[in-house]
């Protein structure tokens, strides 16, 4: 059975840190490249970062360049999102992600999200 457990979220201050966290089971971890998507009220998701499956290539949305760090732990089947000097417009659920492409299909699956919010 997959699962994709994110934790970490919570209410924090503008300028403030946070650190999620994604916890996979079920699946190859290592096999799988790895995401950080997030949802605000009234807005499409989008992407937040992603890191290939051996960590060695990663790539952000540039509104959290600069800011947000990811990282994945695969003798421990985690990603993580370092969240720093956050802002309002990054108050969202976000999502842990994973994606394998193979030939003639992509495997997919998320997690149930976790509440980000920033405010004073």
């Known amino acids: 059975q997959v699962q994709l457990v994110e934790s970490g979220g919570g209410l924090v201050q503008p300028g403030g840190s946070l650190r999620l966290s994604c916890a996979a089971s079920g699946f190859t971890f290592s096999s799988y490249g790895m995401s950080w998507y997030r949802q605000a009220p009234g807005k499409e998701r989008e992407l937040v970062a992603t890191i290939s499956s051996s960590g060695s290539s990663t790539n952000y949305g540039d509104s959290v360049k600069g800011r947000f760090v990811i990282s994945r732990d695969n003798a421990k089947n985690t990603v993580y999102l370092q969240m720093n000097n956050l802002k309002p417009e990054d108050t969202a659920i976000y999502y842990c992600?994973?994606?394998?492409?193979?030939?003639?299909?992509?495997?997919?699956?998320w997690g149930q999200g976790t509440q980000v919010t920033v405010s004073s």
């Open positions: 992600n994973a994606e394998r492409r193979l030939i003639g299909t992509r495997l997919r699956y």
